[in-house]
């Protein structure tokens, strides 16, 4: 009789899943707002039955073996879906180890030799432990495609290309210009352009937090590419202490048409389209009227 | 901090303003020492495969500054005159980055042997 324990658990799961259950209701990290009692349950069954058909005397001192791919399978599942459905990690991390208060909690009642009792106890900790890791593992996995997911939405959502007069297109550029970034930019001016046949396109760049060679290097292909398609393009949101680094980093903007604010940009395209923005005279109106 | 990915640029920078902001430096010499942080961790990413960047607050009798020191153990420069030199580049791009940082921060050094790799070190003082 080596190992005890596996035996005495794989007797007592309804015990087990209660006490783990019990467990879960008087913890803190109980969601039944993300998640139904029900559904926990079939999730917990499901683990529980699956690890216990998993354990033998051989592999209980073995976390690593391969018995448990298919427990790990489950728990990765179980971790990764939490972490898409904005559980938190303490939250995550109380499911599993209430399941390892759980299997301690049965052993003490079953186990009367104390030393026996400690060195079931120790390797079920090993193993449970081994779990938790994996948890924990899966669970920053999970998170962090959340995390590239919103960064690709991010990007997309974050370069609108506005008319802000017949002709006239505006680009607010937020955040760092990189090179992904850049391609998205110009694939949405160049459309633009076309699709509202518009003569010049306003880049605004007080969002940019620091212009350096590659994102100079971007800007001034993004110019060209519009002059290509017959537009001209202006740069706007020039903040003194860019326009020196810029100057210092030894950048060439002669070339290109820069403006320090968007309405002075704005400005300038009026007077390349001839256009001009007057005010309206009451008196002499209703003068000419009479 | 560790840079292997075009990811970490920005985490970077970031701590560099924090640093910066925190020392109170003027606001056109916080984004010259961004922009060149900015140039330098490009190439380390760029030419050197990765590399470690280091933050120090130094003190120098009245003023005080912050050191940023680039180590990568990529190709290395062969000839690093030419590489100083405006518009040289091996990597179609501008060729700025090195001459660039060099008028932007107050001391700047710069240490590369072949098939060994880089280390840039520069420092930008408060008020200097
Ligand atoms: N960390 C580095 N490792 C190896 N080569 C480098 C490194 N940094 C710069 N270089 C070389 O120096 C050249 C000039 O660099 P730089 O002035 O930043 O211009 P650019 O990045 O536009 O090429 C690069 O093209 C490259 O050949
Ligand atoms: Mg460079």
Sequence with gaps: ?290 | MTIVKEQDVVPFRNRVKEYAVKMGMSLVNQTKLITAASELVRNLLKYGKGGNVKIEVINQGRDNGIRLTFVDQGPGIENIELAMKDGYSTGKSMGLGLPGTKRLVSEFNIQSSVGKGTTVTIIKWKNG
């Excluded at chain 1, 783990?20 to 069954?45: F, H, P, V, Y």
């Excluded at chain 1, 994102?215 to 740069?235: D, F």
Aim: aromatic fraction near 4%.
């Design chain 1, 1 to 290: 009789m080596k190992n005890e324990a596996v035996k005495i658990l794989q007797k007592k799961k309804k015990t087990i899943l209660e006490q783990w259950s019990t467990n879960q209701l008087a913890s803190d990290g109980l969601r039944d707002d993300l998640i139904s009692n029900e559904d926990q349950l079939a999730q917990s069954d499901e683990l529980l039955t699956v690890f216990l058909n998993a354990l033998t005397d051989d592999n209980i001192e073995d976390p690593a073996s391969y018995d448990f791919e298919k427990v790990i399978d489950i728990l990765s599942g179980i971790s990764i879906s939490r972490a898409k459905q904005g559980f938190s990690s303490r939250e995550t991390g109380v499911y599993i180890f209430s399941l390892k208060d759980a299997l301690l909690t049965v052993l003490q009642q079953e186990i009367q030799d104390p030393t026996m009792l400690y060195s079931q106890s120790l390797k079920i900790n090993k193993l449970l432990d081994n779990l938790t890791v994996i948890t924990f593992e899966t669970f920053i996995k999970g998170r962090e495609e959340v995390i590239l997911r919103q960064t690709d939405e991010i990007s997309e959502i974050s370069t609108p290309v506005i008319r802000v007069w017949d002709g006239v297109l505006a680009l607010p550029i937020i955040g760092t210009l990189d090179s992904s970034r850049t391609q998205i930019v110009m694939e949405n001016l160049l459309q633009e352009i076309v699709e509202t046949g518009s003569s010049i396109a306003i880049l605004d760049i007080s969002g940019v937090p620091a212009v350096d060679s590659l994102v100079a290097q971007h800007l001034i292909k993004t110019v060209s590419a519009t002059r290509l398609m017959g537009a001209e393009c202006i740069i706007s949101g020039i903040r003194p202490e860019i326009a020196q680094t810029v100057v210092h980093l030894g950048i060439d903007l002669s070339q290109i048409i820069t403006k320090s604010t968007l309405s002075s940009a704005l400005k300038t395209a009026f007077q390349m389209m001839q256009l001009q923005v007057v005010k309206k005279q009451r008196e002499k109106v209703s003068f000419s009227k009479i």
